[in-house]
């Protein structure tokens, strides 16, 4: 095995192209995830000519930060058109692609162990820096082109997958919003008030141990407190379609934390106010929920919070929302579009779950190719 080993410094040129002509204006960044994205940097009055100009399969990387972050920021750029990064990055191409495929270097660099490799071969400064040539010396199996080829087939498809979800996300989210704007053009405000109601029920016995708390991203999580000693008979019982918030805004970036329940009945802090549907014939929780969802409701609810210290969204503010209400079945279509639209989004992220620990799966399997040759 160890004669297929290779350093990678005998598989990479340095590239070292610059902006001379100041053609190139797309200046692009690397975040942790290894992706190239738009810069954050503000580049006005900044001489971009000394920037790097990177193309299609080369590689960019910062080597500078690589002890504070535990990662090499590192990305192969696959566009067609040229774009330029920070002439502190170092920029490379494959020497030779009959011998190695960029896309399959890129799998190797997604693996954590990669990442802790290069992090321990870091220098002792501050910012934990990796000199170039101890990169260099990192050595990788390189199996035939073919083998290559089927694993870069492999997790391409996956990405695709992945890609694939993703898009079809933002053309659901567009429905819903554009559903909601329709509905606030066309369609008179009602006062939410006169369709819901407190709920007070109480956990007395303590027979109910499933403690939530409530995020700013509108879902309950399981609460942080340690649950053993806790004493929970005056915590509100909450069940299936019934809504919890926390009427404190001001702690919250400007954002209510308020959630629907869909899961397994929960007890909440007597400090958060609960509450329910009236009638679901007339409103569905689901259509209430998507109203809550959006950033204008934040804005409204912290808008509408009062106090000194801490500003509240008390009840009553609850109540004077006003929001359209069509009729059930399009309450009913909207709401199906939206139950997809989550679907995906949880599919969404199991795929990009599963991407990254494949990485090294596919660099072992190509190692014990290379043993069994």
């Known amino acids: 095995m160890h004669s297929n080993l290779k350093p990678l410094g005998e598989l990479i040129n340095l590239t070292d192209e610059k902006n001379k002509d100041d053609s190139i204006s797309n200046l692009l960044g690397i975040n942790i995830s290894k992706n190239f994205m738009p810069s954050v940097a503000n580049v006005s009055g900044t001489d971009l000519s000394k920037y790097k100009v990177i193309r299609k ?43 190695v495929l960029p896309e399959f270097l890129m799998i190797f660099f997604q693996r954590k162990e990669f990442d802790r490799l290069t992090w321990y071969f870091c220098d002792s400064s501050i910012r934990g820096g990796l000199e170039w040539e101890r990169l260099c010396e990192i050595q990788l199996p390189i199996p035939s082109l073919e083998e290559q080829k089927k694993y870069v087939k492999i997790y391409n498809s996956l990405i695709r997958n992945q890609k694939c979800y993703e898009e079809s996300l933002g053309s659901l989210r567009f429905i819903c919003d554009s559903f909601i704007e329709n509905q606030i053009l066309n369609n008179t405000k009602k006062r939410l ?106 804005r409204y609810a912290r808008y509408h919070s009062w106090g000194s210290a801490r500003e509240t969204f008390d009840w009553e503010d609850m109540c004077n929302v006003e929001l359209p209400i069509p009729n059930i079945n399009e309450q009913k279509a909207i709401v199906a579009i939206h139950h997809v639209l989550e679907e995906r989004k949880h599919i ?22 290379l043993e069994k040759g």
């Open 348 to 369: 969404n992220e199991k795929l990009k779950a599963i991407i990254q620990p494949l990485c090294p799966i596919l660099i072992k399997g190509a190692s014990q190719n």
């Open 57 to 99: 399969n080369i590689f960019a990387c910062n080597i500078m930060h690589v002890g504070r972050d535990e990662r090499l920021p590192i990305a192969l750029y696959k566009n067609t058109e040229p774009a330029i990064v920070s002439p502190a990055y170092k920029t490379f191409e494959v020497s030779d692609l009959n011998e």
């Open 193 to 298: 008030g006169k369709y819901i109601q407190q709920t007070e029920a109480r956990n007395t016995d303590s027979s109910n141990r499933n403690v939530l708390g409530i995020s700013v991203k509108k879902t309950f999580i399981p609460s942080r407190a340690n649950r053993d000693d806790l004493n929970v008979s005056n915590y509100k019982l909450l069940k299936k379609n019934q809504f919890g918030y926390v009427s404190v805004t001001s702690r919250n970036g400007d954002k209510i934390s308020i959630a629907l329940l869909n899961g397994p009945d929960g007890v909440i802090s007597s400090t958060y106010i609960a509450f329910e549907v009236i009638d679901e014939a007339e409103l569905l929780p689901e259509y209430l929920y998507l109203w809550f969802s959006r950033k204008e409701f934040d």
